[in-house]
T-cell receptor, first 113, second 114 residues
Framework: AQTVTQSQPEMSVQEAETVTLSCTYD???????LFWYKQPPSRQMILVIR??????QNATENRFSVNFQKAAKSFSLKISDSQLGDAAMYFC??????????FGAGTRLTVKP | KAGVTQTPRYLIKTRGQQVTLSCSPI?????VSWYQQTPGQGLQFLFE???????NKGNFPGRFSGRQFSNSRSEMNVSTLELGDSALYLC?????????????FGPGTRLTVT
């Protein structure tokens, strides 16, 4: 069974600093997709970044980047220059084509001014 | 493009009643998935519809059902509500093709069962 594990229930970071959120997954598939979603308090879940497993290059979206280690089945999210608006619940997710998306339990990120 | 919309946003029901939630996907998206989100269980997959057919189904009892219409709008129904069904129900749509695409989420429907 495909599972997604986020080992950090809570993280905090000082404004303008860098923080890394961890995610590991378990799969026997070779072609799959990984995502990080952000869910601010009482607000809509939004996609932060995606990574295709067949691509070796790590995805980057402005201040957000990932460290994708396929052999280790690790997919961490790095947030640079953290801002107050980055405070949210972050979910790591995994999906194989035409299958359902599997989510981790989430990491609650607090940004301190 | 307009985002995923869900109605109603809030709902209070009594145990034993039934409820229907609605989801309108982003224009052009043919896949709609439903999730239940609770503090204890996190995000749990309910089912996915594509072209009016259920493509995937999560591990929920038969009280939970859904359907998709020809315009890709989807509804989910919960019959004989239980207190444990209180949750945020999220709908997500995605464009489908030969590749897998990311899902875009609606704001959710907050269901409270008393």
């Amino acid at each position: 069974a495909q599972t997604v594990t986020q080992s950090q229930p809570e993280m905090s970071v000082q404004e303008a600093e860098t923080v890394t959120l961890s995610c590991t997954y378990d799969t026997s598939e070779s072609d799959y997709y990984l995502f990080w979603y952000k869910q601010p308090p009482s607000r809509q879940m939004i996609l932060v970044i995606r990574q295709e497993a067949y691509k070796q290059q790590n995805a980057t979206e402005n201040r957000f980047s990932v460290n994708f280690q396929k052999a280790a089945k690790s997919f961490s999210l790095k947030i640079s220059d953290s801002q107050l608006g980055d405070a949210a619940m972050y979910f790591c997710a995994y999906r194989v084509t035409n299958n359902d998306m599997r989510f981790g339990a989430g990491t609650r990120l607090t940004v301190k001014p | 493009k307009a985002g995923v919309t869900q109605t109603p946003r809030y709902l209070i029901k009594t145990r034993g009643q039934q409820v229907t939630l609605s989801c309108s996907p982003i224009s052009g998206h043919r896949s709609v998935s439903w999730y239940q989100q609770t503090p204890g269980q996190g995000l749990q997959f309910l089912f996915e519809y594509f072209s009016e057919t259920q493509r995937n189904k999560g591990n929920f009892p038969g009280r939970f059902s859904g359907r998709q219409f020809s315009n890709s709008r989807s509804e989910m129904n919960v019959s004989t509500l239980e207190l444990g069904d209180s949750a945020l129900y999220l709908c997500a749509s995605s464009f489908t093709g030969r590749r897998t695409y990311e899902q875009y989420f609606g704001p959710g429907t907050r269901l409270t069962v008393t």
